[in-house]
């Protein structure tokens, strides 16, 4: 019997580099640029395009920073932090230089939500983040009700999926990696295993779960 643990802090383990866009760091902080500045421009050319000032833009960032599902959050921050730094270095945005808003949302959904009226009532047209599933579902009921985009990096469940909203991922919804995975361990001729799963960020793992084992038993294997 094989063991899979299917947790927030084991999600590069298991999930499949070869079908995962951005999973090189790289390309993804150059797609998340390209993300931010695009949003940017569009908000400049509703919201300012007669101003001939040239006031920096704030987007802001939201993520866990503190407590055990931390590490996440700071190099998602540091990530994004190194983007901006990059972006102002060539003149910011139609020469609007781009000034980062961060808040902790302390893994906590309310406070999650709460962040996101915050960015509301401060005028903050793009929040980059939340980073985890469970999180990104909070955010963005709260950022429907406001004039906000969120986009996150990572955030992959599937509760997210065919809403019209004000929400957008760079990262691939739960079952396209969750089958991957449940059809190469089937390659690998383990035809029983036990899954343990983190209850924690459930809109993630349970989610993940879910499209593993319909995949695998499906495919004719079987959990114990």
């Known amino acids: 019997m ?25 390309r993804l902080q150059q797609t998340l640029l390209t993300f931010v500045t695009a949003f940017c421009l569009l908000f400049l050319f ?51 230089k781009v000034e980062l808003v961060i808040k902790d949302i302390q893994q906590n959904p309310e406070t999650a939500k709460n962040t996101v009226a915050e960015f509301i009532s401060q005028n903050i047209p793009v929040v980059i983040g939340p980073m985890f599933s469970s999180m990104s579902v909070a955010a963005s009921e709260a950022a429907n009700r406001g004039d906000i985009l969120l986009i996150s990096p990572t955030s992959s469940t599937t509760l997210l999926n065919d809403k019209e909203d004000n929400f957008f991922r760079l990262y691939p919804p739960s079952n396209v990696a969750a089958e991957k ?11 029983s295993i036990s899954i343990i799963w983190d209850e924690e960020n459930s809109a993630f793992t349970e989610n993940w779960k879910n499209y593993f084992v319909d995949r695998y038993i499906y495919q004719g294997g079987g959990i114990s």
Do not use: W
């Open 2 to 26: 094989t063991v899979f643990k299917v947790a927030k802090q084991s999600r590069a383990m298991y999930t499949c580099p070869s079908i995962i866009p951005g999973s090189n760091d790289m």
């Open 46 to 96: 509703i919201s300012s395009c007669n101003k001939q000032e040239k006031d920096p833009i704030s987007i802001g960032f939201m993520g866990t920073l503190s407590g055990h599902a931390s590490s996440a959050g700071h190099a998602a921050r540091d990530a994004v932090a190194l983007a901006i730094e990059q972006l102002n270095a060539k003149g910011g945005i139609d020469g609007h």
């Open 181 to 191: 995975l449940a059809d190469h361990v089937l390659g690998k001729s383990l035809k």
